[in-house]
């Protein structure tokens, strides 16, 4: 004999519109929303741990990581936990960075000899043992001292070295320097010498990146995967994001400036040479200043945070990988497709071990 549905079972309507509602907002970056309504619905069955783990992910999602992890902290009790403790290990890390970032060093020692207690055997977790001894030398050498100016943009090594991250943030400014070359040239009056102001830009770059190479290694970080890409630099500043931290705002900086480098006219002229900018496709009158190939925005909000690879590509097709990288036990690859829509549409996607854990577009019709 069935049991009829009640409020907050699984079968009832409004539940199901609440959980509707949910995943609505976090597709369109509404974490407090998403909060709110799983929230609501934990509350009506606490033991329904897919509501749960959703819930964990949305306040997640909204910076909330001390709540994150107490719903991951239940989860990964229960006998049907699934990924839970893995979700649960990646957020206490997550929050120990942060309270670092934030000199809060009492709460930051506290939740890293918890992580020692709850994941002994995590490699991981046992780089953080000299960060929290870092951390009681540098309270007991200045009791109370506050952040130190520009920390802010910095976590710690292995070593117990700050890693700063300012040498990344000065090459995702690199492309700039084309310009001010190209500019300085057209002033002389010798034109637009393309590939010397590329030269320049490249060359800034490298040396940037070499030193921020010996920076990590110096600061106790493995860069081996890193060595090889200092002349790929958007690959490398975001691989660099998965081993040092720091996040992907650099990369995205970098080739967003690097595209405006390039197709910018100074003294008359683009960077991008003659021939190629003869042979660049024009839009066609009749497209309306949209473009009518790529992934449309209907595609995209079918994709939902837990997909497969395999799953996501036969909504929107097959991307182009932009950046891989693996780090204690997790592969994050990121992938980029074309868009319909706005000139420039497109939207990206990134994977962590096969599953879908973000998304981003623009100008999607």
């Known amino acids: 004999m069935s049991t009829p549905a009640g409020p907050g079972s699984p079968g009832d309507p409004a539940s199901t519109w609440r959980f509707d509602r949910a995943q609505a907002a976090i597709d369109k970056g509404q974490f407090e929303v998403a909060v709110r309504e799983l929230s609501a619905l934990v509350a009506g ?20 990581l001390d709540e994150a992890l107490a719903q991951w902290d239940y989860l990964r009790r229960q006998p049907d936990g699934g990924d839970a403790e893995a979700r649960h290990l990646r957020c206490a890390l997550a929050l120990f960075g942060r309270l670092q970032d934030e000199n809060r060093d009492d709460e930051a020692i506290h939740l890293g000899e918890l992580l020692q207690q709850w994941y002994p055997s995590k490699r991981e977790v046992g780089v953080i043992g000299p960060q929290i001894a870092a951390m009681r030398v540098a309270r007991k050498r200045v009791p109370g001292a506050g952040a130190l100016n520009g920390e802010r943009m910095a976590s710690r090594g292995s070593s117990g070295t700050t890693i700063r991250h300012d040498l990344v943030w000065v090459a995702a400014f690199a492309p700039l320097t084309a310009l001010l070359v190209n500019f ?66 650099p990369g995205v900086v970098w080739c967003v400036l690097f595209i405006v480098t390039v197709a910018a006219p100074i003294g008359g002229q683009s960077l991008l040479p003659s021939d190629l900018r003869d042979a660049a ?33 036969a909504i929107v097709g097959t991307g182009q990988e932009v950046s891989r990288s693996e780090m204690a036990g997790f592969v994050t690859v990121m ?11 497109n939207m990206n996607a990134v994977f962590q071990n096969g599953r879908l854990v973000q998304k981003a577009e623009f100008g999607l019709r």
């Open 281 to 313: 496709p024009s839009v066609p009158p009749s497209s309306g200043g949209y473009s009518q190939d790529g992934v449309t925005l209907e595609q995209y909000a079918q994709l939902r945070p837990g997909m497969t690879e395999a799953e996501a590509f």
């Open 45 to 64: 069955d606490p033991h329904r741990n897919e509501w749960r783990s959703w819930l964990a992910h949305a306040l997640e999602c909204a910076g909330r």
């Open 184 to 249: 300085v040239l057209a002033q002389i009056g010798l034109g637009t010498i393309w590939w010397l102001s590329l030269i320049v830009m490249l060359a800034l770059n490298g040396a940037v990146l070499s030193a921020d190479l010996r920076h990590l290694a110096a600061a106790g970080l493995n860069v081996a995967s890193l060595k090889g890409w200092i002349v790929l630099i958007p690959v490398y500043l975001f691989s660099r994001a998965g081993v040092a931290g720091g996040g992907s705002g």
């Open 335 to 345: 992938y980029e497709w074309p868009g319909s829509g706005a000139l420039g549409a």
